[in-house]
C-alpha cells in the first residue's frame, strides 16, 4: 500500500471549475487533502461532490484551474494512468466471475503480465484485509450486501492506489448494515494507510469515519475542516442545519456585540458569540441565533437561570424516546418551537416531564451562535 507521509498533501484542489454547457457543477473550488487521511465531500444532491470525485479520477477533466495527485498535476492524464482507484455506490461487481476473479480482474489487466502466483498473492492479502479469506470461490450473488461491497473494496486495494474513491458506496445497505461498515471503513483506512476521499449527503456518516470534511452547496465548498470544528463553530445557517440539528431563532442584529445582539421577530433579545470563522454582522442584518439541541437545558418553572444564559417558559408538545436520548418538542411563546435533547438516565429528573407539562427552556449564551440569516 502507499506510504504514509506525515506532511504531504496526496490531492489538491486549485480554483477547480467544471462546466457543462450552461451549468456550473463545481465553482473555483480549491482544497487539500492529506496524505494517509479520510477526507469526505458532503453536500445535497447537485452540490457537486460527485463531480469533484469524477475530476480526480479523470473520468470528467476540468474546465478551469489545476488537479494536482501526489504533487503533480494530472491535466490530461486519463484515468487508468492516475494512481487512483474507485468503489462506486452499486459495486459494478462481475456476476460470471468468484469473489478472486472480481479481485484480481485489474491485476490480470496489467502489461507485462503479472506472474499467476503474484495474482493469486494479492487477490489473498486484499480478501484478508476486508476479512473475506476462504470466499474467493464463492460467486457475488452468493454474498450479502455488506460482503459485495468488501469485494468491492478489495478490488480497488489489491491495485495499490495512492487514493481510493468511494462515492457513496454505502448508500444500498440497511441502516444497521451501514453503521457496521462505517466502523469498518475508517479501520480498514488505518490499516491500509492510504487516502480516502468519501462522498456522501449522510452528515452522520461524514461525521464517524472522517479526518476533515468538505462541506459543499452549488457547486461551493462553504466550510472545511475537522468533524468537531463544522459541529461547533459552522461559519453560516446552511451548514449549522447540515451537519446536526439546531434551533434557530430569526431576528436583526440589534448590536454587532461581541457578543452579537440578535433581536428576534418576537421581541427578545439573544446574546450570542459569532463563530471562530464566521464573518461580521452588520447593526439591521438579518441574522439568526442557533442552538443545538443537546445544549439545551430542561427545568421546571420557577427556577432562577444562572447569569449569562437565556430562558423563557413553555409547554411541550411532545416527548420522543430515541434510545440514548430522549427528545422534547416545546412551544416557547417567547422564542417559538425548540427542541431539546437530553440524555437518556433512568430516574433523572428530566424523565418525568410529559407532553402539556410547563417547563424552562434555556442555555448558556456562549454555547450559542450568531449566523447570517
Known amino acids: 500500500m502507499a506510504e504514509a507521509g506525515v506532511d504531504r498533501i496526496d490531492v489538491r484542489f486549485d480554483r477547480v471549475t467544471k462546466r457543462f454547457e450552461n451549468v456550473v457543477a463545481v465553482d473555483g473550488v480549491s482544497f487539500e487533502v492529506p496524505s494517509n487521511s479520510f477526507y469526505s465531500l458532503l453536500g445535497p444532491s447537485g452540490c457537486g461532490k460527485t463531480t469533484s470525485l469524477r475530476l480526480i479520477a479523470g473520468f470528467e477533466q476540468p474546465t478551469e484551474g489545476t488537479i494536482e495527485i501526489g504533487g503533480r498535476s494530472v491535466a490530461g492524464v486519463p484515468s487508468h494512468r492516475r494512481n487512483v482507484n474507485t468503489v462506486f455506490q452499486h459495486y459494478a461487481l462481475f456476476p460470471h466471475m468468484d469473489v478472486a476473479g472480481n479481485v484480481g480482474y485489474g491485476l490480470r489487466q496489467i502489461r507485462p503480465k503479472l506472474p ?55 448508500g444500498a445497505l440497511d441502516l444497521k448494515l451501514r453503521k457496521e461498515m462505517q466502523l469498518e471503513l475508517k479501520q480498514l483506512q488505518r490499516e491500509v494507510g492510504i487516502t480516502f476521499i468519501y462522498v ?32 461547533d463553530q459552522p461559519v453560516d445557517r446552511f451548514v449549522a442545519d447540515f451537519i446536526g440539528q439546531s434551533n434557530f431563532f430569526e431576528g436583526v442584529v440589534e448590536d454587532p456585540g461581541p457578543p452579537v445582539v440578535v433581536r428576534t421577530d418576537r421581541g427578545v433579545a439573544l446574546r450570542a458569540p459569532l463563530p471562530a470563522s464566521g464573518r461580521p454582522l452588520a447593526r439591521g442584518e438579518r441574522a439568526v441565533v442557533s442552538v443545538r439541541p443537546e445544549r439545551v437545558h430542561l427545568e421546571a418553572p420557577g427556577v432562577d437561570p444562572p447569569s449569562g444564559w437565556a430562558s423563557a417558559l413553555g409547554r411541550v408538545r411532545e416527548r420522543t424516546f430515541l434510545g440514548d436520548q430522549v427528545e422534547f418538542a416545546v412551544d416557547a411563546p417567547a422564542l417559538g418551537h425548540v427542541t431539546v435533547r437530553l440524555s437518556h438516565r433512568p430516574g433523572s429528573p428530566e424523565a418525568r416531564f410529559a407532553p402539556g407539562d410547563e417547563v424552562q427552556v434555556g442555555w448558556a449564551e456562549e454555547v450559542a451562535l450568531a449566523l447570517g440569516a
Open 116 to 170: 499467476r502466483a503474484e495474482i493469486e498473492r494479492r487477490v489473498g492479502e486484499a480478501l484478508e484485509l476486508v476479512r473475506l479469506s476462504g470466499f474467493g470461490a464463492r460467486r457475488v450473488w452468493e454474498l450479502s450486501g455488506g460482503q459485495q461491497q468488501r469485494v468491492a473494496l478489495a478490488r480497488a486495494l489489491v491495485m495499490r492506489p495512492r487514493v481510493l474513491l468511494l462515492d457513496e458506496p454505502l
Open 200 to 231: 456522501t449527503h449522510d452528515q452522520e456518516e461524514a461525521l464517524s469515519m472522517s479526518d476533515r470534511i468538505a462541506v459543499m452547496r452549488a457547486g461551493r465548498i462553504l466550510q472545511e475542516g475537522p468533524p468537531t470544528e463544522l459541529y
